[in-house]
């Protein structure tokens, strides 16, 4: 899916209160499948995503999720009261509850330096990975620096999808919103390539 670079309000992050204990630290793909078995539209939706859960890893496995955890989904501006019917639900990610609350909008932020914390290409070597990144954004026409962070990893259906954290800087203003509309890389729907503001580039991790 192409956006026009002046299409700056297609997409917005709602953000769900959420309730519940604890998760699979690789939880990426049940939560999507969660999630979409009750929004059944967001498959259809390419550039739509879920931002990873800010929560405690543990040792042994396990994420616990924080008192004021939050359910993050970047969907299109014309989706947004289609999503609101998650409030009330809840989902089942991997036999782990979670109760969805209320949500509110957060439009994308004008910013000049940006984050993706799992951005996969395809290739899990990161000599490949960054020719990737290049290439992606001479596609796009941005003219940016980036820095690549450690490696990531998530099971779906079996299968490893590999990649890298990514922190853009020196983005121009003027193409900002759109890269965070359009994202990087592919598998979307496992929250890889959502880009948010990032105000340090050191300490990638």
């Known amino acids: ?120 290409t395809g290739s899990s070597e990161e000599t490949r990975f960054q020719a990737d990144i290049a290439r992606e954004l001479a596609r796009l026409g941005i003219g940016c620096r980036f820095i690549c962070g450690r490696r990531r990893a998530s099971r779906v259906s079996g299968s490893e999808v590999a990649g890298f954290a990514v922190a853009l800087h020196d983005v121009p203003l003027d193409q900002s919103l759109w890269l965070q509309c359009v994202g990087l890389g592919r598998a979307r729907h496992l929250g890889c390539g959502i880009l948010i503001q990032h105000k340090e580039i050191s300490g990638l991790h």
């Open 1 to 120: 899916m192409t956006m026009a670079p002046d299409d700056y309000s297609s997409m917005v992050d709602q953000v769900f209160d959420l309730q519940g204990e604890d998760l699979p630290q690789d939880h990426r793909e049940a939560l999507w499948l969660a999630v979409s078995a009750l929004l059944t539209w967001l498959p259809s939706e390419p550039t739509a995503g879920i931002h990873a859960i800010r929560a405690a890893h543990t040792n042994y496995g396990m994420t616990l999720l924080p008192r004021r955890a939050k359910l993050v989904l970047r969907v299109p501006e014309h989706r947004r009261q289609d999503a609101q019917a998650l409030e009330g639900e809840t989902l089942d990610v991997a036999g782990h509850p979670l109760r969805v609350g209320a949500s509110h909008i957060r439009t994308l932020p004008l910013a000049s330096t940006l984050y993706a914390d799992f951005v996969s």
